[in-house]
């Protein structure tokens, strides 16, 4: 079992586990860096986000926004296909955009024009919610604008939490099948694949019942808010 892997899973589910995204927002740049190409860091870090996001889901399923889940179904998951598709031979780097955009929506509590801006960007949703899916095919950092606008609507934790899991988790079984569509190659073995998703579920419950359970909702939003800060930041030094 490749160790640079195991501690990138490890960090990016405790992060998945709480805010919903991580192992596909964190976990790809880092594969990348590490000399992984696109398609076998994929092949490891789509499993165990889905595995994270289905507890989530099964635990507060009565929380999902279900006409979002249902938006974004629509007017983002046909541009994740076609564009995994396109991306099977090059990754286009725009993780400046969208780090500076993260950093912004992290900020507009404290600037008014910032929200008010924000708050003109998502009226405009299905436009949205298609140029996300356009960038999560092309470079798995769509849920970086998941939570931003999931964020932006102010819901409790647990609303919040489980929406941008069904969103992702929707995300990762197209990509999934996708790739088993496309015939793509994977490196890495089955067992080794297995070990990762086993590792991944019992971190997701350590965190669920060390961390996220004693997070209240003002202090969820708060922590919220620095995790977009910190998205962002991180993907503008990569």
Do not use: W
């Amino acid at each position: 079992m490749p160790i640079d892997i195991l501690v990138t899973v490890l960090a990016t589910t405790v992060i998945q586990s709480i805010f919903g995204v991580g192992v596909l927002l964190f976990g790809t740049p880092v594969l990348l860096l590490l000399g992984y190409d696109f398609i076998n860091a994929l092949s490891v870090l789509l499993p165990v986000s889905i595995a994270i996001n289905l507890l989530q889901i099964i635990k507060h399923y009565q929380h999902i926004d279900i006409s979002f889940c249902k938006r974004v179904l629509i007017y983002s998951i046909p541009f994740v296909i076609v564009f995994l598709f396109l991306v099977s031979t090059a990754i286009i780097n725009i993780s400046l955009l969208v780090g500076g955009f993260l950093i912004l929506v992290a900020l507009k509590s404290i600037f008014p024009v910032i929200e008010q801006k924000l708050e003109t960007m998502f009226k405009h949703e299905r436009v949205y919610l298609a140029l996300m899916g356009l960038i999560h095919g092309l470079t798995n950092l769509g849920g970086s604008l998941l939570t931003a606008i999931v964020h932006s609507k102010n819901q409790d934790k647990n609303t919040t939490r489980v929406t941008i899991a069904t969103c992702y988790a929707t995300f990762a079984f197209f990509q999934l099948i996708t790739l088993f569509l496309m015939g793509s190659q994977f490196e890495l073995s089955y067992s080794d694949n297995m070990s990762f998703l086993q590792i991944g579920v019992i971190v997701f419950l350590l965190t669920e019942e060390i961390i996220y359970s004693n997070i209240n909702n003002k202090k969820y939003n708060q922590f919220f808010a620095l995790f977009l800060l910190l998205s962002g930041l991180l993907l503008i030094v990569k």
